[in-house]
């Protein structure tokens, strides 16, 4: 019978009565509760085919392991690594960068430089992409700005709209 690792009550044990408390101080190994991959999704919020997708990249590997039926199983550490590739992606990290990351963790190093180094990078991504918005809205505001609702019969006849084709 597995003992579900967040579970304190009692479990019998032979003759005996052990907690899992007692079981940590005593350095004896407990069952890891595992979820199918439904369950997994339901919990996370997201879909089977996104879970099963990032199991397929890497991004679950020392959380999943197989039945010998084959079904995916997963520990409890899924969820926190779920809730690490969400809030990552909102940060604008792609999966890539995001696997690069965990992989730092899962060699037992802590990734904080790692996602330093990613997130610095996106911040510069994102000042370059600000730079050239302005850009084209300098230009949007000056085509506005000279904008003709009648143009000139020859402008009309030579383009499909003047005030955007303007030399």
């Known amino acids: ?66 039945s010998p039926a084959g079904y995916r199983l997963f520990g409890e550490t899924v969820f926190n690594r779920l809730a690490f590739i969400k809030r990552s992606q909102t940060l604008g990290l792609s999966l890539q960068e995001i696997k690069d990351i965990l992989e730092v963790r899962d060699r037992g190093e802590l990734p904080c430089s790692e996602a330093k180094q990613h997130l610095t990078a996106k911040v510069e991504e994102i000042s370059v992409q600000i730079a050239a918005l302005e850009t084209l809205k300098r230009e949007l505001q000056g085509i506005l700005k000279c904008w003709q609702e009648q143009p000139s019969q020859a402008s009309i006849t030579s383009t499909i709209c003047p005030n955007i084709q303007r030399d």
């Open 1 to 66: 019978m597995p003992i579900d690792s967040l579970d304190l009550r009692h479990q019998k044990i032979g003759q005996e009565s052990l907690s899992i408390l007692d079981a940590w101080f005593m350095n004896i190994s407990v069952a890891e509760k595992l979820y199918k991959i439904g369950s997994v999704a339901a919990c996370s919020g997201l879909s089977v085919k996104t879970v099963r997708y990032y199991e397929e990249m890497g991004l679950l590997s020392p959380a999943v392991e197989r």
